[in-house]
């Protein structure tokens, strides 16, 4: 089953990601906002469905995987797409920060919903209100 919360997160930080980073970055100027939203929508599709594929239960290993699917993605897509050799360099600065944010807001998420279930299960009655 595909977590289309998780894709729909990751794909919104890699377009803004590489939206702000396409005019600071060389290389990545090559990248139009239809190309950047292509991009973003297929490396996000593409870990989302890898994280199942190859079972990554830990946020590490699917930090891995997403790290690796958007380099990837990214490199190829504009040298196959756009016939833009990009700078490995830029690629891999694109790709580590799309996942560095990703990997702050899975674990932000993840304590959130660890602390709902905490919270809940855990409550005691108040004694002032004890009959």
Known sequence: ????????RRTVFAFLTLFLLAYLVPGLSAF????????????AFLATIGENVILADTSTQKSI?????????????????????LPVVSVLLVAGLVTVLDYFSQARVEADAEQG?????????NPEHQE
């Open 1 to 8: 089953m595909v977590n289309w919360n998780s894709w729909l």
């Open 65 to 85: 995987l997403f790290f690796a699917v958007s380099a990837l993605t990214i490199y190829f897509y504009a040298f196959v797409f756009m016939r833009e050799r």
């Open 32 to 43: 139009t906002v239809t190309h950047l939203l292509m991009v973003s929508i297929l490396s």
């Open 117 to 125: 279930v905490t919270v809940e299960d855990n409550a005691e009655p």
